[in-house]
């Protein structure tokens, strides 16, 4: 190679890293599901959740029925490690382990729970996404030492590494305990390893945030969103795996802010 032609190879990829890129700026075309949950400031734990679908990119968000009601952190909002340009994420602080606050952002959704088996379930509707069992030994890690933390894993099939203290017991949640709220749910990919590079998983970010059952209407959670049973029902019926859907979770004024940069619904 001439020393012009690396002269001009040097230019144009220091122009290419000058272009803005949309792998963050946008919700992925692919997709053609939201669910999208609207609080009126980072600080309450009352929110509404809508649900919302496009046959294409190009084709404009139509809601799905009424908006519902929904619980988030005791603690209220703190920006999550999403897929989206952590540059948005003006205005307030990112949550941490432990800090009561749900995620703000967008993600995407990981397997659904529940306390039935597949076939069971597929009785009641036919799921379109994967499915985990909670039977006893299923857990999620939240020991930040951990190299499962943040990862829902089977005692049975991997060495223990994190503290006696340092899991959720999904089984218990969903099937021993008094209100039993993880009797159906799913995994939001909050602070993941799928994410994208300036979003990937860091310790002390977050763990096990899910949607669930909640325990009132009057009660806030750990960090998780939370909805009446049959409106859970309601959404893991809506949701289809090959429709790529992702989860959006935001204050009111940000959700107005990063409308049009997000290109999300105009009805909310």
Same mark, same amino acid.
């Given at each position: 190679?001439?020393?012009?032609?690396?002269?001009?190879?040097?230019?144009?990829?220091?122009?290419?890293?000058?272009?803005?890129?949309?792998?963050?700026?946008?919700?992925?075309?692919?997709?053609?599901?939201?669910?999208?949950?609207?609080?009126?400031?980072?600080?309450?734990?009352?929110?509404?959740?809508?649900?919302?679908?496009?046959?294409?990119?190009?084709?404009?968000?139509?809601?799905?029925?009424?908006?519902?009601?929904?619980?988030?952190?005791? !603690?209220?909002?703190? *920006? $999550?490690?999403? &897929?989206?340009?952590?540059? #948005?994420?003006?205005?307030?602080?990112?949550? =941490? /382990?432990?800090?009561?606050?749900?995620?703000?952002?967008?993600?995407?959704?990981?397997?659904?729970?529940?306390?039935?088996?597949?076939?069971?379930?597929?009785?009641?509707?036919?799921?379109?996404?994967?499915?985990?069992?909670?039977?006893?030994?299923?857990?999620?890690?939240?020991?930040?030492?951990?190299?499962?933390?943040?990862?829902?894993?089977?005692?049975?099939?991997?060495?223990?590494?994190?503290?006696?203290?340092?899991?959720?017991?999904?089984?218990?949640?969903?099937?021993?305990?008094?209100? !039993?709220?993880?009797? *159906? $749910?799913?995994? &939001?990919?909050?602070?993941? #390893?799928?994410?994208?590079?300036?979003?990937? =998983? /860091?310790?002390?970010?977050?763990?096990?945030?899910?949607?669930?059952?909640?325990?009132?209407?009057?009660?806030?959670?750990?960090?998780?969103?939370?909805?009446?049973?049959?409106?859970?029902?309601?959404?893991?019926?809506?949701?289809?795996?090959?429709?790529?859907?992702?989860?959006?979770?935001?204050?009111?004024?940000?959700?107005?802010?990063?409308?049009?940069?997000?290109?999300?619904?105009?009805?909310?």
């Amino acid at each position: 190679m001439t020393k012009i032609s690396l002269f001009i190879s040097f230019l144009l990829l220091i122009i290419m890293t000058m272009i803005p890129t949309k792998a963050f700026a946008v919700i992925p075309e692919n997709s053609q599901q939201l669910i999208l949950v609207i609080a009126e400031d980072w600080d309450t734990f009352k929110a509404s959740l809508s649900l919302f679908q496009r046959s294409d990119a190009k084709s404009p968000w139509r809601k799905q029925g009424d908006s519902l009601p929904a619980v988030i952190g005791k !603690k209220g909002l703190g *920006w $999550g490690r999403g &897929i989206y340009d952590p540059q #948005d994420a003006q205005n307030y602080f990112f949550r =941490k /382990e432990g800090d009561k606050r749900a995620p703000a952002g967008i993600f995407t959704i990981g397997s659904t729970f529940g306390a039935l088996d597949f076939n069971s379930v597929q009785k009641l509707f036919k799921i379109k996404m994967p499915y985990l069992q909670l039977k006893e030994g299923i857990r999620c890690i939240d020991d930040s030492h951990s190299q499962h933390y943040n990862t829902l894993i089977d005692t049975a099939k991997v060495e223990k590494d994190w503290s006696d203290n340092g899991y959720e017991d999904m089984y218990k949640e969903a099937v021993i305990s008094a209100d !039993k709220v993880y009797r *159906w $749910g799913f995994f &939001i990919d909050h602070n993941s #390893d799928k994410n994208p590079l300036l979003m990937k =998983k /860091e310790m002390f970010a977050g763990s096990c945030i899910f949607l669930h059952v909640w325990e009132s209407p009057d009660i806030g959670t750990s960090g998780c969103t939370a909805l009446e049973e049959k409106n859970v029902l309601r959404i893991i019926n809506f949701l289809e795996q090959k429709k790529y859907p992702l989860f959006i979770q935001l204050p009111r004024s940000e959700y107005l802010r990063l409308k049009d940069k997000w290109e999300l619904p105009e009805d909310y």
